[in-house]
């Protein structure tokens, strides 16, 4: 059974910065794409960022320049480091996972609030 464990968010102020961390078990962390992605209640997802198994990268438009996805697999961890805030940024935070048999599983989030 995949478990995905998110940690890191909390509240800033805009222009701050913060770093998510997502630790997963139970799965061969080393060949699953891992990725973040967004919800504010009553409206759709957002795939905020994207890191494959061969360490290629993907973001939203609305934070290129701005967040950096990465991972480590000595760690089975995915990291999400978010610079330059906006209060457009306020949401819950998932870390998710899909396996090589294109499986999806996903955390429980964290709450990440920049106030103005």
């Known amino acids: 059974q995949v478990q995905l464990r998110e940690s890191g968010g909390g509240l800033v102020q805009a222009g701050g910065s913060l770093r998510l961390s997502c630790v997963s078990s139970?799965?061969?962390?080393?060949?699953?794409?891992m990725g973040w992605y967004r919800q504010v209640a009553g409206k759709q997802r957002e795939v905020v960022a994207t890191?494959?198994?061969?360490?290629?990268?993907n973001y939203a438009d609305s934070v290129k320049g701005r967040f950096t996805i990465s991972r480590d697999s000595a760690k089975n961890t995915v990291y999400l480091q978010m610079n330059s805030l906006s209060p457009d940024d306020t949401s819950v935070y998932y870390c998710?996972?899909?396996?090589?048999?294109?499986?999806?599983?996903w955390g429980q989030g964290t709450q990440v609030t920049v106030s103005s």
């Open positions: 890191i494959t198994s061969g360490g290629y990268t």
């Open positions: 139970g799965s061969i962390f080393g060949r699953s794409t």
């Open positions: 998710y996972e899909i396996n090589k048999l294109g499986v999806e599983f």
